[in-house]
C-alpha cells in the first residue's frame, strides 16, 4: 500500500514516522516547507517528498493533515489529483462539516472520504516535535457515512492497528461532534480560562499535580483552535452553558455558607466521575 500524507507538522510528520518504523508500507510527503521534507528523507520518515504546489502522487491512501478550513479548502481545490479509486482520510478534530464538504468534491471523481480523529498530540507543533510513538496506545475515531464502504473502515482499523493506536472507535459525525465538544473542547476552553487571573503570578512553589493537570492544555494553537471551535459552536455552547449552571451551584453554596449543599455538590462530582471510570481507569 502507498500512503501518501500532505502536510507534514507534529501530527503529519508523526504519521509518516510511525507508517515508515512500523509498516512496510510506501509513504510519500508532501509540505510548503523544503527544509521539512529533507529532514523527513534524512530520517528515513518517507520514501520521497513532493513540494505543495506540485501534483499529487497516486497512491492508494491519501491523508491531509491540515487546519479544518485549510483542509476543506485544499480537498477541494485538488479534489480531481487525487488517484480515482483511492480513499483519502483527515485528522481534524471536527467531523461533521469536513466530511460534508470532503464528500460533495471528492465522489464525483471517484475518490472516497472517511473522516478519522487520532486522539493525540503534544503542547507542541510542527515536524521538529514528531514522533513515531505519538499514537502508541492512543484512541482514533472513525466517522463513515451513508457514503462509506465498509472495506474503507476494515483498512483503516487494520492501519491505525498497525500504528500503535490502543482503541478504535466508529460513530457518526455528528456524534463526534457533541462527544468531542465536552471530552476535549471543553477541556481547552476552561484551561485557558482558568489562568487568566491575577494568581498565576504569584504560583511558583505552591502548584502540584492538580495545577499541572489542570493547565496543561491551556497552551494551545490560537489558530486552530479558533477554528475547531467554531465549526462546532452549538455543541460546545451547550457545554459551557451547562459548566456555567453548575459553577453557579458552587458560588452559591459558598456565598450562603451553606456547608451541607457544598458537601452534597462536591459528593455527587465524585461519585460521577468514579461512575464514569473504565476498567483500565481504575
Known sequence: MTITIIGMGLIGGSLCKAIKTKTSYTCYGVNRNPAVLEAALRDKAIDKGFSLGERLPISDVYIVCFHPRATIDYIEARAQEFAPGSLVLDVCGVKAGIVQAAEKALLPHNVRFLGTHPMAGREFSGYDYSLPTLYDGASIVLTPTAHSQQKDVDLVKHL????????????????????????????????????????????????????????RVARLNADMWTELFLMNRKPLLDEINNIILHLGEYRDALANGDENRLHDLLKDGSDRKIQSLEPEDH
Open 160 to 215: 491505525a492497528d498497525g500504528l500503535g493506536f490502543g482503541r478504535i472507535v466508529v460513530t457518526e459525525p455528528e456524534e463526534h461532534d457533541r462527544i468531542i465538544a465536552f471530552t476535549s473542547q471543553m477541556a481547552h476552553v476552561v484551561a485557558n480560562a482558568y489562568v487568566k487571573t491575577p494568581m498565576l503570578e504569584r504560583h511558583g512553589g505552591f502548584t502540584g499535580g492538580s495545577f499541572q493537570d489542570m493547565t
